[in-house]
């Protein structure tokens, strides 16, 4: 990584295509170039009103083996009584369509190997006439992972990090739902530069089937991978699903999860903290992966904010008093992995990652427990939304707590509910929070009810994101943003 000039911060029209509220906390820029967020941007519920929706779900384990599971949450977020159909392909299998019924605002989970046994296995689900959300859940011995799905296919899918080394394990997975098959090239960067091989290239992604792709056949032993899958015919949703063992890294831990389906300019992390000394729930490292995969050098600037900052940005106070970023030069079709602890302050702070090209920008967070180090990886959030939902809740046997981002210039509340069939109910002592401006508050979910789904509902424009302890490891995930 070389460092580079201070460079413009793109300035985006619109609040929710744009990611942040147009009072947001940002750097400001000293120059500026208009950057076209195009679509999908990430997992959400739209509150239109539409005939039926489905979710896609890039996949989890179910091949049944001891201490390795994978399953699929379905929300109703109604007061009606739903149906929805469950389609489960696995690899190299056949598919298995499972109709369930959902009560009203009920909740239930599948367990991916019980209705299509494979080695992974993928879901769709369909639902006519209701609305729902859709999370996943992967376990294996390395640790655990939940994550929210999609109801966006896409012709491009991105992934910031990954690793190849001895003691990781690094698969793509490419699930094309459709009737017709799709052709996807896959394209790499590792820490030496762009890598293209043919091997990966023109791969045919059979209809309604799930490939399994090992990128450490072909990128071995790298530290960091960051991956491009372009789809050349049709739409597909791609995940990846990552172990670390605990081998020469030191390091153990699982991501299962969607890749990001396009780049953007803007992208906002919500609790990062810097303790003097370092707890079990707080973590011990903290950086971002940055993935440019463009055909031009991207300009990045990476912002640690504190609540100050937010009234120093919206008070007229001299430019001096809002944070100098870390800036980084990128070039094309390659990636880079910046150290947040190199600009934190002690404390609690978020993190804002912007840039003057179309990028991704996850965060890999380390916890050290025991002597033992566990990863866990989020991809940047590019919405705010005054509803976020969280289908699967609290975890069973899981510990944890959601943190909440006030992204703008201006004080607001919010609330954390429990929904049962009887509908939401709030969460004692959470019923109204004051959230200052460019604040985080984080909520414990320890002791929450298991088995429900959690919502944050505020009166201004919010980031959301889980963090969950499980017996299996640490996982972060952003929310399902609520957006009509």
């Known amino acids: 990584m070389r460092l580079a000039r201070p460079v413009g911060i793109a300035v985006l029209a619109g609040a929710v295509v744009a990611g942040f509220a147009l009072d947001s906390v940002a750097v400001r820029p000293t120059t500026a170039r208009l950057v076209t967020i195009p679509s999908p941007i990430q997992p959400l519920i739209s509150t239109r009103e539409s005939l039926s929706t489905t979710w896609y779900c890039p996949g989890v384990p179910a091949s049944g083996a001891s201490g390795e599971t994978g399953s699929f949450t379905l929300a109703n977020l109604t007061d009606s009584p739903v149906d929805a159909s469950v389609t489960v392909v696995p690899v190299g299998g056949a ?31 369909e639902v006519a006439g ?32 990954g690793s190849t080394r001895s003691d990781a394990s690094l698969n793509i997975l490419l699930f094309n739902p459709y009737p017709a098959e799709a052709i996807v090239d896959l394209a790499f960067a590792d820490e030496d530069g762009p890598r293209i091989s043919k091997k990966f290239e023109g791969r045919v992604v059979p209809p309604r089937s799930l490939a399994r792709i090992d990128v450490g056949l072909v990128i071995q032993r790298k530290a960091s991978v960051s991956v491009k899958a372009s789809v050349r015919q049709g739409s597909i949703i791609a995940g990846r699903l990552q172990s670390f063992t605990g081998g020469d890294s030191g390091r153990r831990g699982l991501t299962s999860g969607l890749g990001s389906p396009a780049g953007a300019s803007a992208w906002r992390f919500v609790a990062g903290q810097r303790p003097v000394a370092a707890p079990t729930d707080v973590p011990s490292a903290e950086r971002i992966a940055i993935f440019n995969p463009g055909d031009n050098e991207a300009q990045i600037a990476i912002t640690v904010l504190l609540e100050s900052d937010a009234t120093a940005a919206t008070s007229g106070t001299p430019p001096g008093a809002v944070p100098t970023p870390l800036t980084l030069t990128v070039p094309a079709n390659s990636s880079a992995i910046a150290d947040v602890a190199s600009i934190a302050p002690a404390g609690q702070f978020n993190v804002s990652v912007t840039a003057d090209e179309l990028i991704v920008a996850e965060r ?10 566990f990863t866990t ?32 210039g201006v004080p607001t509340t919010f609330s954390v509910k429990t929904v049962g069939a009887a509908g939401p109910v709030a969460v004692a002592g959470f019923e109204s929070v004051k959230l200052p401006a460019g604040a985080v508050v984080s909520v ?41």
């Not at 499972?98 to 296995?121: C, F, N, T, Y």
């Not at 320890?446 to 505020?458: D, H």
Request: glycine letters at 12%; charged letters at 15%; hydrophobic letters at 50%.
């Open 95 to 125: 598919s298995v369509r499972k109709v369930v019924a959902l009560g009203q605002r009920g909740r239930i989970e599948l367990v991916a190997a019980d209705i299509a046994p494979g080695a992974v296995a993928a879901a769709m689900i």
């Open 130 to 161: 209701g609305s729902i959300a859709v999370e996943q859940t992967s376990v294996t011995p390395a640790g655990s992972s939940v994550a929210a799905c999609t109801t966006e296919p896409s012709d491009l899918w991105l992934f910031a990090d």
């Open 364 to 373: 890999v967070l380390d916890y050290t427990l025991k002597g033992v180090v």
């Open 377 to 408: 990886v989020q991809l940047g959030s590019r919405l705010a939304a005054e509803t976020w939902y969280f289908p699967i809740g609290v975890p069973t046997g899981a510990t944890g707590r959601i943190d909440v981002l006030n992204s703008t």
């Open 444 to 484: 414990p979910i320890t002791g929450l009810s298991v088995g429900q789904s959690l919502v944050v509902e505020g009166a201004g424009a919010l980031i959301v994101e889980r963090m969950v302890n499980s017996p299996a490891g640490w996982s972060a995930t952003l929310g399902l943003p609520m957006i009509g």
